[in-house]
T-cell receptor, first 116, second 116 residues
């Protein structure tokens, strides 16, 4: 059971380039999310999805795009990379909380992105 | 909006001593609280959660957390620290009534260093 798999682990981009961070989960989770981690700021939500075909913006969505064509995959696209997007990116998945909130999230290993 | 505070950026403790990592929260409804640990260059790993019931919650690796509703706190504890516990710890609340589809709100993190 692989859990949540992210690729690549490391990436260096030039300003203005675009790229896609891949995320796949094999636990049949409805919820998937992308976070960015910056020092002293915890994890901030970029985009999330509550099921295939449904996505929505999180706290810091600008400059990022997502799609959810299957339950398993939730790629994150950087449209035109900027130095401010230098960060560590985490994908997470969980079962629907069902309004109770008791299900924990499972995280990928992260992608360390540097934009120069 | 929900929020999570971790008042200490860094906690240092000697191996064998008890440790406490503090967390306070602000929620509008029932709190669904989680602790995660992040080892260097790894994703976040789930430690424990409070949903309902006993205020003392036991989790992985000998950790426990005490839920205190009157103080809106959810402090992480361990009776005897190990050097291998050194890591970054995140407190989180699942935001059932928030703006982002029942996603998690994370604190800024506390770096725990256990000294041999």
């Amino acid at each position: 059971n692989a859990g949540v798999t992210q690729t690549p682990k490391f990436q260096v981009l030039k300003t203005g380039q675009s790229m896609t961070l891949q995320c796949a989960q094999d636990m049949n989770h409805e919820y998937m999310s992308w976070y960015r981690q910056d020092p002293g700021m915890g994890l901030r939500l970029i985009h999330y999805s509550v099921g295939a075909g449904i996505t929505d913006q999180g706290e810091v969505p600008n400059g990022y795009n997502v799609s959810r064509s299957t339950t398993e995959d939730f790629p994150l696209r950087l449209l035109s990379a900027a130095p401010s997007q230098t960060s560590v990116y985490f994908c997470a998945s969980s079962y629907s909380s069902g309004g109770i909130g008791g299900t924990e999230a499972f995280f990928g290993q992260g992608t360390r992105l540097t934009v120069v | 909006a929900q929020s999570v505070a971790q008042p200490e950026d860094q906690v240092n403790v000697a191996e064998g001593n008890p440790l406490t990592v503090k967390c306070t929260y602000s929620v509008s409804g029932n709190p669904y609280l989680f602790w995660y640990v992040q080892y260097p260059n790894r994703g976040l790993q789930f430690l424990l959660k409070y949903i309902t019931g006993d205020n003392l919650v036991k989790g992985s690796y000998g950790f426990e957390a005490e839920f205190n509703k009157s103080q809106t706190s959810f402090h992480l504890k361990k009776p005897s620290a190990l050097v291998s516990d050194s890591a970054l710890y995140f407190c989180a609340v699942r935001d059932i009534a928030g703006d982002y589809g029942q996603n998690f709100v994370f604190g800024p993190g506390t770096r725990l260093s256990v000294l041999p």
